[in-house]
């Protein structure tokens, strides 16, 4: 769209061929073999920051409306989730493919190790995709402050 648009300047990665419609590529971060290396986005944001000139930020903060809190509430309250100290929200979606998938074993062994060594509530995310691998960890992890919540939409406001 930029290139469309008759834009002088175009930074962005050097990948997945579209480096002739930069005129400026970046390369992403390799390890010595050339493989990809992994990364925070924010890294990856931020360096396309420093491209331009400008000084990026690494502190994130996330945005919500009254009426987003209002609807977190009521989950936290729903679920008896308010009653812990701490909580920890495991995701186990897959979006991306099953390279990027922990066995459902896993995610009841974490699960379980939270609960029984911080004493915490966990509770179990999950899209309309997940919603099945959302129920088994939670059934699998016999922990009554294991919780799922069957879907959980965030909307733009």
């Not at 897959?94 to 966990?122: E, I, T």
């Given at each position: ?6 834009c ?13 419609l ?38 994130m ?14 989950v ?23 390279a ?7 995610f ?50």
């Amino acid at each position: 769209m930029a290139w469309l648009a008759g834009c002088r300047r175009r930074i962005g990665y050097d990948r997945g061929g579209r480096n002739f419609l930069l005129t400026e590529g970046l390369d992403a971060i390799r390890d010595a073999r050339g493989r990809f290396l992994p990364s925070p986005i924010i890294d990856a944001y931020n360096r396309l920051v420093w491209a331009v000139g400008a000084s990026p930020n690494t502190e994130m903060e996330l945005f919500t409306t009254p009426r987003d809190e209002a609807a977190a509430d009521a989950v936290w309250h729903q679920t008896g989730l308010s009653d812990f100290r701490e909580v920890v929200c495991l995701n186990p979606g897959a979006a991306f493919g099953a390279a990027k998938h922990w066995p459902v074993a896993s995610f009841v062994r974490l699960a379980q190790s939270l609960v029984n060594q911080r004493g915490c509530g966990v509770l179990v995310l999950c899209g309309p995709a997940e919603r099945e691998l959302a129920r088994q960890i939670a059934l699998q992890a016999r922990r009554p402050s294991v919780l799922r919540w069957p879907i959980i939409r965030f909307r733009l406001a």
